[in-house]
């Protein structure tokens, strides 16, 4: 693939920003969005807007289709087996919120054992922060390495016979680090848990099969990855999305309602109560096929290649720490570090007077920072359609920042 | 360098409070105690004062954040010690409107604080300025 010919599909790029071309690396907080999903939105308020699952009339129709269009598309795109599998959500954090109020209240109770990460984002720490108070199970933390990964032996330490829930990320907001899903999921299931997977991260950059990995749940936003906010998706095995009640009660999920009963309509519709998503979900198809037609494959080959880049270039900057994996294979593209004792707003500042887009601060991880050992730090994320020539002016901008900060610290 | 929109950000006496904090750390038995933070970003900070008879006569800070939040602090101790608490609370409200851009009374001495006034120019450092007037704002009107 050819990130600079790409580039053309993405028109927020050809601006500057304080008096420079714009380099945007913020990509993991959210995406920028090609032309071909800010026309299919654009269309579909022009030519197809109307309310699904009800109308008789043409409009109604279309839009339907549209939208359950777009779940075959996410189906198609993560292997699931059955469109009943797939359930449109606001985001990530409502989709493990769903799967910690209803799976998790049914069937963990006191005793039992929740396994994270240390590594892992605040919505993949909170949600089961919660259940743990609300049903008084144990909230379990696997440890990590110094080089931020998670080691099977840790894993299989920490996971009993009492863990009922294991919820991993793919891959690291922070670190980058990708972990081996498949291994954890395996050796959940081997002590009778469900794995839960946060794809938010992964999604957008590495080849997704639901059915290769097993796992028992998956969630990911839309806006990561070329789609537009306010659409996620929680895939969910069938037999467990059955067995699940609905947190959400409502229009558009009920099947029969009565004065004091009512019932519920069949996967996965019973999880999208009122009105969906549809625009955003119409958004999202279009994003999946832009990214099928580059290759997921040719985006994480894309994306190695600019961290390994980034993990060759930025250590020349005396005083900048880098945290992680030390191989830009290990890690998809995200380079989290520190320069100094310049705190990380103040790099934002500097970078940004610079046209250069980071982000500073905990990132959504602040038990991973207290592991960091540091308050705080400034992230640098690539999508398909940054080059190296965005990590020289990172670097340069660096280079400036320690600078003019020179006679401070 | 050429960095002139950055030079009204980040004032020299910003720089000397940051590296040389006046008042940084803990008063044991203070009477006020005040731990606030930034939920954004991470920047913390823990207020404590004395007040006898309405008067603030100590202020210290701790925490941890950028140099505009730690100057701020900085600054905002060495202003308010040894005023009374209306005089601070009001000094607060003025650096209000100082960040939001806004014209301010000029009748109270800010000393050090109007370095702070290119702040306004940066929207998503604001809260980095605010952060110890807020928590001292908290810590005051509770013993008014």
Redesign the interface.
Known sequence: MNAKELRKYFPILDQEVNGHPLVYLDSAATSQKPVQVIEALNAYYRQHNSNVHRGVHTLGNRATDLYEGARDKVRRFINASSTKEIVFLRGTTTALNLVAQSYGRANVKEGDEIVITYMEHHSNIIPWQQLAKFTGATLKYIPMQDDGTISMEDVKATVTSNTKIVSVMMVSNVLGTINPIEDITKIAHENGAVMVVDAAQAAPHIHIDVQKLDCDFLAFSGHKMCGPTGIGVLYGKEQHLNNMEPIEFGGEMIDFVGLYESTWKELPWKFEGGTPIIAGAVGLGAAIDFLNEIGLDAIEQHEHKLASYALEKLPEIPGLTIYGPKSGKDRAGVVTFNLDDVHPHDVATVLDAEGIAVRAGHHCAQPLMKWLDVSATARASFYLYNTEEDIDRLAAGLLKTKEYFSDVF | ?S?N??DQ??RQVI?DH??NPRNKGSIEDGSVTVDMNNP?????IHLTMNVEDGIVTEAKFDG?????SMSSASMMTQAIKGKNIDYALQLSNVFSEMMLGNDYPDDLDLGDIEALQGVAK?P??IK?ATLSWKAMEKGLQDEK
């Open positions: 360098m960095f929109n950055l950000l980040y720089m940051y590296k954004t970003c991470g920047d913390r941890e954040g950028c140099s505009i940066f998503a450092r980095c």
